[in-house]
Nanobody, 123 residues
């Protein structure tokens, strides 16, 4: 495995879009998580084998997780961003187990983490 490295964060106005990227060579089941100041880290979207994807209710219909296997990159396309989407976004990976598929959005199910990229949504 190579270290997970996120990129693509920034500041946008409400309704705007960003695409986060994570260099993910050698990693199995993966996901995006976020942490707002003073809050616990929470799952945003995860991607297992066979294109299985899982989303937090708060981002369904707005965010899309995807992988480019040729480039070993994990993406998070974020559309219609809201101020409550503000936070540090982390890429994470885990071993694909049955337990992971049941609770992949739980940060405790991931064991390798990137350093994070900041996303700020404000007018």
């Amino acid at each position: 495995q190579v270290p997970l490295v996120e990129s693509g964060g920034g500041s946008v106005q409400p309704g705007g879009s960003l695409r986060l990227s994570c260099a993910a060579s050698g990693h199995d089941c993966m996901g995006w998580f976020r942490q707002a100041p003073g809050k616990e880290r929470e799952g945003v979207a995860t991607s297992g084998r066979s294109s299985d994807t899982f989303y937090a209710d708060s981002v369904k219909g707005r965010f899309t997780i995807s992988r480019d296997t040729a480039r070993n990159t994990l993406y998070l396309q974020m559309n219609n961003l809201k101020p409550e989407d503000t936070g540090m976004y982390y890429c994470a990976s885990a071993t694909c187990t049955a337990r992971w598929y049941i609770s992949s959005l739980n940060p405790r199910e991931s064991d390798t983490w990137g350093q994070g990229t900041q996303v700020t949504v404000s007018a």
